[in-house]
């Protein structure tokens, strides 16, 4: 059964760091994986999908890799804001199945 | 703007009384799904939907119903809430249900969420 891992469970960082989170997963057969990023009080918003066949994916100041082989996959946020402080999920989309998701990485962005 | 909307978005009800959360998409997106959230567990599916008519349980159905009958609405019906449904709730869409069933391969978009209590 597929299993996703996300650590730190937390984070706080003074403005301007880059940072970078971790998600990891159990079973590599996945057709993608995608970060998600959630405000209290409202939805996720997608940040990043990498298709299995791809290593990374980039949007602004978000990286995300994703190395399906060994499970694991990070986002990298450079430059960080106080408005980048969230929640952050990952999620793996594979056959037969719904979204698996992580517990999520809450991220505290400091100025 | 497209988007996924759901209502209400605070509901606070009591033990038995019937209610229905509202979703509605404006991507004409044949994929629907809703999900749950709770402390500790994560997200997990209740039901999706592949497309008009077609509906199927996810990981957590039990004591909910949902209908597709028409490609932008998909509601989620609790018959008799119970505290244990007491949780937030949300909707998700995207273009194409998978072939194999229950996920979608493409970028799924979610509504704001609904944060039920029942007492």
């Known amino acids: 059964k597929q299993e996703v891992t996300q650590i730190p469970a937390a984070l706080s960082v003074p403005e301007g760091e880059n940072l970078v989170l971790n998600c990891s997963f159990t079973?590599?057969?996945?057709?993608?994986l995608q970060w998600f990023r959630q405000d209290p009080g409202k939805g996720l918003t997608s940040l990043l999908l990498?298709?299995?066949?791809?290593r990374e994916q980039t949007s602004g100041r978000l990286n995300a890799s994703l190395d399906k082989s060994s499970g694991r996959s990070t986002l990298y946020i450079a430059a960080s804001q106080p408005g980048d402080s969230a929640t952050y999920l990952c999620?793996?989309?594979?056959?037969?199945?719904?979204?698996?998701f992580g517990k999520g990485t809450t991220l505290s962005v400091s100025s | 703007e497209a988007q996924v909307t759901q209502n209400p978005r605070y509901l606070i009800t009591v033990t038995g009384k019937k209610l229905t959360v509202t979703c509605s998409q404006n991507m004409n997106h044949e994929y629907m799904s809703w999900y749950r959230q709770d402390p500790g567990l994560g997200l997990r599916q209740i039901y999706y939907s592949m497309n008009v008519e077609v509906t199927d349980k996810g990981d957590v159905p039990e004591g909910y119903k949902v209908s597709r009958k028409e490609k932008r609405n998909f509601p989620l019906i609790l018959e008799s809430p119970s505290p244990n449904q007491t949780s937030l709730y949300f909707c998700a869409s995207s273009i194409k249900g998978g072939t194999s069933g229950r996920a979608s391969r493409d970028t799924q978009y979610f509504g704001p969420g609904t944060r039920l209590t029942v007492l």
């Open positions: 990498i298709q299995s066949s791809q």
């Open positions: 079973d590599s057969a996945i057709y993608n």
């Open positions: 999620a793996v989309n594979q056959a037969g199945t719904a979204l698996i």
